[in-house]
């Protein structure tokens, strides 16, 4: 059953080290987002792709958060020299159209800056 | 700036019991009203709800959304403890990202 998948599921870095998170997303999906959760609260949007496009990148914090998804498939998130702020839960979510309708998301990667 | 509120924040009901979880939202544009179930993991989607009035259901939960007064419930009858969860729901306009707000945190005790 082909969900959306994550890797690194648990990530530990430290302070200053860059990290890259992965995301697989359903066959056929042409949207995909990432977003933030930080404990106790809901997902907060970090960025968008349509297809290899990334349409919308107004939720990443600053300009140590990159996202790309060269081929339209896969994606990955690298947030450069990590700070503890960072640490969060990362969530890749993918949509069959347009960004309104229903998101399935994957399993998450819990990133924890020491 | 969109945002969606819900409420409550946490609640704990015991089995059998009858829950109602609140969201309100202002989303300019607005288009879609989505629930989600997310437990340790990844949020499932439970509903997209478009139009007012017309209630989903889906077992023992059910939703309805109401665009003139701008807030959807989420019912849950007969509550058992794998219902357990923090509830999200988020709001869309069709051409820019949800916006979910910080989710109600269901317990339900034996």
């Known amino acids: 059953g082909a969900g959306v998948s994550q890797s690194p599921r648990y990530k530990v870095a430290k302070r200053g080290q860059d990290v890259a998170l992965r995301c697989d997303p359903i066959?056929?999906?042409?949207?995909l987002f990432w977003y933030q959760q930080a404990l106790g609260q809901g997902p907060e949007f970090l960025t968008y792709?349509?297809?290899?496009?990334?349409?919308?990148k107004s939720g990443l914090p600053s300009d140590r958060f990159f996202a790309e998804r060269p081929e339209g498939s896969v994606s990955t998130l690298k947030i450069q020299r990590t700070q503890q702020e960072d640490s969060a839960v990362y969530l890749c979510?993918?949509?069959?159209?347009?960004?309104?309708?229903?998101?399935?998301f994957g399993p998450g990667t819990r990133l924890t800056v020491t | 700036e969109d945002k969606v509120v819900q409420s409550p924040l946490s609640l704990v009901v015991h089995e059998g019991d009858t829950v109602t979880l609140n969201c309100s939202y202002e989303?300019?544009?607005?288009?879609?009203l989505l629930w989600y179930k997310q437990e340790k993991k990844a949020p499932t989607f439970l509903f997209m709800l478009?139009?007012?009035?017309i209630e989903k259901k889906s077992g023992r939960l059910s939703s309805i959304l109401d665009k003139k007064e701008l807030f959807s419930i989420l019912n849950i009858t007969a509550t058992q403890t794998g219902d357990s969860a923090v509830y999200l729901c988020?709001?869309?306009?069709?051409?820019?990202?949800?916006?979910f707000g910080k989710g109600t945190r269901l317990s339900v005790i034996a």
């Open positions: 979510a993918s949509s069959p159209r347009q960004v309104a309708y229903e998101q399935y």
């Open positions: 792709f349509q297809n290899e496009a990334q349409l919308d």
């Open positions: 989303v300019t544009n607005f288009r879609s």
């Open positions: 478009t139009s007012s009035g």
């Open positions: 988020a709001g869309g306009s069709g051409n820019t990202p949800l916006v």
């Open positions: 066959s056929g999906h042409v949207s």
